[in-house]
């Protein structure tokens, strides 16, 4: 059984995955954490989750439960993974990470622990999320620059960043697949009287309301012809139950930055 701590566990992501690993067999939590100042310290971690009793209660010290952890998962705050991933490093533990927002500078920060322990980084954690990770650079490269790409993500009115980190992830593998870079090309929204696409442009449309789980379409834009490639979420068990799948898979892993692509043998 691989013995788990979850960062972020009175967030919706980590409610989700201390239920999801209660229906587990392979799975156990044994560690459940978040801001120090969170009400709901103390608190057990199974029933604010919404399933039973689990004896392990809401701490607010990672380095007071992690002695136990056989790999850790975030679902925190970018700013706090930072924290979270040189904990896991000193305390040589594995770290699945599907925190998103991270600012460059915070991302290298996280990054550079894995000279030591093994990172799983992954903006979405669904496995058909993933699936069109790989199919949609295929088809940006079979259908060349005579289509024009576009992005549009809809999530929750609660959802801080923007775009998600599941668009900004389709959108490098968009650039990637045309041989470009996203930095380049990438347009964020459209507005004004001389708002004209240029070839190259990879579009990314943000939408928030009411209370979408995740969203994400592919626009492929041909002259009299359009391909649409999507992906929709209807519960957060798809996001849970593919970062228990990402925990068995680095589990044992050596150290070093890996993907869900890896861990669905996509690569």
């Known amino acids: 059984m691989i013995q788990v701590v979850v960062c972020g566990a009175t967030g919706k992501m980590g409610r989700r995955i201390i239920a999801c690993a209660a229906e587990d067999a392979?799975?156990?939590?044994?560690?459940?954490?978040?801001?120090?100042?969170n009400p709901d310290i103390g608190k057990d971690s199974g029933e604010l989750s919404g399933c039973a009793k689990n004896s392990v209660p809401i701490?607010?010290?990672l380095a007071a439960?992690?002695?136990?952890?056989?790999?850790?998962i975030d679902f925190s705050f970018h700013e706090a993974t930072v924290d979270v991933a040189e904990c896991c490093k000193k305390n040589k533990k594995p770290l699945v990470i599907g925190t998103t927002g991270f600012s460059t500078q915070e991302l290298e920060k996280v990054k550079a622990n894995a000279d030591s322990i093994a990172l799983l980084i992954a903006p979405n954690m669904s496995i058909g999320a993933n699936v069109?990770?790989?199919?949609?650079?295929?088809?940006?490269?079979i259908l060349g620059d005579d289509y024009d790409i576009e992005i549009i993500e809809a999530h929750h009115k609660f959802k801080k960043d923007a775009p998600s980190g599941t668009a900004n992830k389709i959108a490098e593998v968009l650039a990637?697949?045309?041989g470009s870079d996203i930095e380049k090309c990438g347009v964020y929204g459209r507005k004004g009287d001389n708002a004209?696409?240029?070839k190259e442009d990879i579009g990314v449309h943000v939408v928030r309301g009411g209370?979408?789980?995740?969203?994400?379409?592919?626009?492929?834009?041909?002259?009299?012809?359009?391909i649409?490639?999507?992906h929709k979420a209807s519960t957060r068990d798809n996001f849970a139950k593919g970062a228990l799948r990402a925990v068995k898979y680095l589990k044992d892993a050596a150290p070093g930055i890996y993907d869900m692509g890896d861990v669905l043998s996509l690569k």
């Open 26 to 37: 392979d799975i156990k939590i044994v560690g459940a954490v978040d801001r120090k100042d």
């Open 59 to 61: 701490s607010g010290d």
């Open 65 to 72: 439960v992690i002695d136990g952890a056989d790999v850790v």
């Open 132 to 141: 069109l990770f790989h199919k949609a650079g295929e088809i940006a490269r």
């Open 176 to 178: 990637e697949a045309r």
């Open 196 to 198: 004209l696409r240029n």
């Open 211 to 226: 209370d979408i789980i995740g969203e994400h379409t592919v626009l492929y834009c041909g002259m009299g012809e359009r």
């Open 228 to 230: 649409e490639l999507s």
